[in-house]
């Protein structure tokens, strides 16, 4: 499909989408989830127990939550569902995400507002948007009534390497930090000019319609539900609680955090204490 003809798709889409009014407002709801693969170590832990962890773990990234929008801003926050209590085992497995974040953009101005709590503390974060280099490609498919396109950009990640086999050395003043490895990753968008609106969920955004689906490496994000012109209008506030910081300023802050958590609860030799505790921030 070449340029030119995708234009004139677009362009009609969007000329008979069913939204023709100035002003609207839409809530989509959003599931999201997220695939594992980590290594345990087998003398500690048996076969029941990691496939319990792994259920657990693959429970806390199931999520739904609500993408309120209009033609300039939106906000994006988790659905609350009421925590259900662990049976058995030893096994405490926490997220540094809480229910009560709050991520509002604003596409017209490029900037957000991320209202997060981590480890107990709220914070702010305002900064400004990054463009996204979206590359439009020519496959198309339904997602629910909506014709859907597919576009997709490239960007550097650090590997992460979830490896429980392997034991940190922490401590050796004389040890460099390392600069993590890179590797390459392919984002996969499914937009509808249906809705036209640059938007999406979380920080994906820039394209000319709403986004519906994302596959971001494992975590997969897919719009189940769409409420145009809701009724009872919802409105679309910027968060204000928490201490003021940048992206980068956060990022510095989780990172010490983390450290300093690391340290903390490193294994001690001869340690008999069975409970296995993990924290994955973000």
């Not at 798709?9 to 980590?38: C, E, N, W």
């Not at 429970?59 to 801003?73: A, H």
Request: glycine share 8%.
């Amino acid at each position: 499909m070449t340029t030119i003809t995708r234009i004139l798709i677009l362009m009609l889409i969007a000329v008979v989408s069913p939204i023709g009014a100035q002003d609207f407002q839409g809530i989509a709801t959003y599931k999201t989830h997220r695939d594992f693969d980590i290594k345990m170590d087998s003398t500690k832990m048996n076969d029941a127990m990691q496939k319990q962890m792994m259920e657990m773990m693959k429970k806390q990234f199931q999520k739904t939550y609500l993408l309120t929008f209009d033609r300039s801003s939106s906000v994006y926050k988790q659905e609350i569902e009421l925590s259900k209590p662990q049976v058995g085992g030893g096994f405490q497995v926490s997220f540094g995400s809480s229910g009560s974040d709050v991520f509002y953009k604003n596409v017209k101005h490029k900037t957000y507002v991320d209202q997060k709590e981590t480890m107990g503390k709220k914070f702010l974060i305002k900064d400004s948007i990054a463009p996204i280099q979206w590359q439009l490609q020519s496959d198309t498919k339904h997602i629910g009534e909506y014709i859907c396109f597919k576009a997709t950009y490239t960007k550097q990640v650090p590997k992460v390497n979830l490896n429980f086999n392997s034991k940190p050395n922490i401590g050796d003043e004389n040890e460099e930090e390392k600069e993590p490895e890179m590797e390459e990753r392919i984002i996969t968008a499914w937009y509808t000019p249906q809705i036209p609106v640059s938007n999406g969920p979380a920080k994906y955004q820039g394209l000319p319609g709403l986004i519906l689906e994302i596959h971001d490496g494992k975590l997969t994000v897919i719009c189940s539900k769409i409420v145009i012109n809701p009724e009872e209008k919802v409105g679309i506030e910027v968060p204000t609680k928490g201490k003021e910081v940048s992206q980068t300023e956060y990022d510095d802050i989780m990172e010490n955090k983390t450290k300093e958590m690391m340290e903390r609860y490193a294994p001690s030799r001869g340690s008999k204490d069975g409970a296995i505790q993990i924290s994955i921030g973000g």
